[in-house]
């Protein structure tokens, strides 16, 4: 048996390399040949394994950790910590969110696998998401750049992309995935199966044709598995239409709308309410978005600068409610205020605050396509200063 540590895994193609003294290129490994039921291993994790040949060289088998591994379910999410329920066990395993590996959102249900840190209690570490995949990409294969191409072509035209080469269209991709997820997470997908006719998906995609008209995503079941770690998704795009399409006569209800804001007041600037001007931690750790020039500035010229933008700002958003732009991010509404750090009226980047209580905060600051990106799930940003950002 050989001993190693993982250099690196892909969860979603299932596949990564070893590292080992005797080899250093490493070891390619793939998850069918993890003989445990937890499959996805960790970078620099200690594995024993017998040393194999596959026609592009040198491949793991049999792989078996040093450390356990377990895998589970997640049964329930209390403020911090969240709780992990296991085949045959009674009682659940809980963990502290910072013991969370990754950015992944949780929901009850979720299969996990995680490290038994301290066995006796029931705690459990580096817990990780078995399935990391957006939830679109997990319901359904919606094909590729053809498909995106021809949702752009349906709807009224936008900046999908960040230049024209970009045939994969990033930006629609993007707002497709967050709108499927708020579906989701509102029941709103549609899931149909009439006597004699095949069963359909459909959801709302929240665009509109040229003549207005909403366009709908229609699907049907998926019969291929692909290779890989992950399951195919159940569910295949069969084309995007508009709201009269032959596939609607015999829906019992239209697909609805994603719903993102509950409080039409939280969608504009309220001048009543004070801003707490807490740069501290967007300077420490955001400072490479800034540009170059605002880096080389004192620290303590930074923060004026970064004020004196702001000020600014919030002259404009009393002037005109429209400048201050709402988006929607980790299910809460806040607002992009822009920040013009070299030339006045002219921005940089985008300053994003969340309402606390009766203020508000600054959170991080965001490129300017990046916030016309999360600006879009709510609606088609009407300011001018975000709208020219891409």
């Known amino acids: 048996m050989e001993l190693g540590s993982v250099a690196y895994f892909d969860i ?36 024993h394994f017998e040393l194999g040949q596959s026609p592009k060289g040198p491949k793991a088998r049999k792989v078996r950790r040093v450390s356990p591994r377990l895998c589970g379910e997640l049964s329930r999410l209390e403020g911090d910590r969240g709780y992990i329920r296991r085949p045959k066990e009674d009682s659940e395993w809980f963990f502290r969110s910072e013991d969370l590996l990754g950015n992944d959102r ?10 038994p840190l301290a066995p006796d209690r029931q705690q459990a570490a580096e817990v990780v998401l078995s399935d990391n995949r957006p939830p679109l990409d997990r319901f359904a294969y919606l094909g590729g750049p053809r ?11 936008e900046p999908w992309a960040f230049a024209a080469a970009d045939t994969d269209l990033p930006f629609l991709r993007s707002y497709l995935r967050h709108t499927f997820a708020r579906l989701e997470a509102e029941g709103k997908v549609l899931l149909v199966n009439p006597p004699g006719r095949p069963a359909r998906a459909i959801f709302n995609t929240g665009l509109l044709t040229t003549e207005a008209e909403e366009i709908y995503a229609f699907l049907t079941p998926n019969p291929r598995q692909m290779p890989g770690y992950l399951p195919s998704p159940p569910w295949r795009l069969h084309h995007y239409g508009p709201e009269n399409d032959a596939w609607t006569a015999d829906l019992p209800h239209r697909p609805a709308l994603a719903a993102f804001a509950t409080e039409p007041a939280d969608l504009v600037f309220d001048s009543r309410c004070p801003l707490l001007p807490d740069f501290d931690h967007i300077l420490k750790e955001r400072l490479h ?11 303590p010229e930074q923060t004026r600068s970064l ?13 005109d409610y429209r400048q201050a732009v709402p988006q929607y991010y980790q299910g809460r509404i806040q ?52 709208k020219g950002a891409v």
């Open 335 to 386: 607002l992009l205020l822009p920040l013009a750090l070299r030339q006045q009226k002219i921005p940089d980047l985008a300053l994003v605050l969340a309402k606390e209580g009766a203020a508000y905060r600054p959170q991080t600051v965001l490129p300017l396509a990046w916030a016309y990106q999360n600006a879009r799930l709510l609606t088609r940003p009407d300011a001018t200063w975000l």
């Open 12 to 47: 979603r193609r299932g596949f990564g390399r070893i590292r080992t003294d005797r080899i250093p290129e490493g070891v390619f490994v793939h998850y069918s040949d993890v003989a445990e039921p937890a499959r996805i291993l960790l970078p620099n994790e200690l594995v």
């Open 307 to 319: 004020n004196v933008a702001l000020q600014e700002a919030i002259r404009e958003v009393n002037r």
């Open 289 to 299: 978005r800034f540009p170059v020039s605002f880096q080389r500035l004192a620290p």
């Open 147 to 157: 498909n995106w191409a021809r949702l752009a072509g349906l709807a009224q035209p």
């Open 106 to 115: 949780l929901k009850t249900g979720d299969r996990v696998e995680f490290s």
